[in-house]
């Protein structure tokens, strides 16, 4: 159960595109499409921004968007603003009941 | 509205033991899957246990596996995590979430410190 691979930080101009990318194995990433993606700001709790790879929850900004190839999933974060700025960590299922998370990404609107 | 409230977090010296709970309100408990996800200062999150609505199916991470308990009283609409022979490593914000095609709803989190 080791934490999936996600760069430990991102940085963006405002309106920019960014893309975190989230690199697990076969077991996990590659053989699910249990990825879910979660922005959390300090001090608050997780929210739930892509879930299912690709699907957006009610009320979650079209900006976001997610998608998977092989053992790698990635959420792109489109015409940045500053209230993006947070932690974005990804998740997968991992089989057998269990999940694990990414190591996550610290995202800077400069 | 759905809302979920974690309590029980504290100061625990190493080989100690902590029950957390986790009161749902605003959605049918029964019929959803229950998570605790935890927060090392300054870390990632991870996952560390699950249980099924009917409490028929436990999960656990395998750092906590032995040692960790959950347990649900969909009566209570309440969700519960026994910890026992805590370690310093297991310092942590525990968040109690809810599981429905990825982890929609969580709790504020509480606060497990485990130091001598």
């Known amino acids: 159960q080791s934490a999936l691979t996600q760069p430990a930080s991102v940085s963006g101009s405002p309106g920019q595109s960014i893309t975190i990318a989230c690199t697990g194995t076969s077991s996990d990433v590659g053989s699910s499409n249990l990825v879910s993606w979660y922005q959390q700001h300090p001090g608050k709790a997780p929210k739930l921004m892509i879930y299912e790879v690709n699907k957006r929850p009610s009320g979650v900004s079209n900006r976001f968007s997610g998608s998977k190839s092989g053992n790698t999933a990635s959420l792109t974060i489109s015409g940045l603003q500053a209230a993006d700025e947070a932690d974005y960590s990804c998740c997968s299922y991992a089989g057998t009941g269990t999940y694990v998370f990414g190591s996550g990404t610290k995202v800077t609107v400069v | 509205e759905v809302q979920l409230v974690e309590s029980g977090g504290g100061l625990v010296k190493p080989g100690g033991s902590l029950r957390l709970s986790c009161a749902a309100s605003g959605f049918t408990f029964s019929t959803y899957n229950m998570n605790w996800v935890r927060q090392a200062p300054g870390k990632g999150l991870e996952w560390v246990s699950s249980?099924?609505?009917?409490?028929?199916?436990?999960y656990y991470a395998d750092s906590v596996k032995g040692r960790f308990a959950i347990s649900r009283d969909n009566a209570k609409n309440s969700l519960y995590l026994q910890m026992n022979n805590l370690r310093v490593d297991d310092t942590a914000v525990y968040y109690c979430?809810?599981?429905?095609?990825?982890?929609?709803?969580w709790g504020q989190g509480t606060l497990v410190t485990v130091s001598s």
């Open positions: 249980i099924s609505s009917s409490g028929n199916y436990i």
């Open positions: 979430a809810r599981h429905d095609w990825g982890f929609d709803y």
